[in-house]
């Protein structure tokens, strides 16, 4: 997707450089190649925004889990005092 991209930027940049003027040149570019493309990369880049956000939240969720479960006991430890009196 990237390389598109670079080649339409390409081509933008040599159709700025035939203007007359380095006015027209910048808003060719900007019009014609900075504008659209912004446009394009943001809306087909949503899908990976929404799966990298799902990701992020279920990676949280994951780690809040983890802090939270209680330990599991081997056997091997002593009992405490309470624990001893029943």
Do not use: C, N
Request: a negative charge; glycine letters at 6%.
């Amino acid at each position: 997707m990237y390389i598109v991209a670079i080649a339409w930027l390409y081509v933008t940049v040599l159709m700025a450089a035939t203007e007359r003027s380095i006015t027209a040149g910048v808003l060719t570019f900007l019009a014609y190649g900075l504008a659209p493309l912004a446009l394009l990369l943001w809306l087909f880049g949503g899908p990976r925004r929404r799966r990298d956000a799902a990701r992020a939240a279920a990676m949280s969720t994951d780690a809040d889990a983890a802090d939270h479960a209680p330990l599991e006991s081997t056997g091997d430890e002593q009992p405490t005092a309470s624990q001893a009196e029943k």
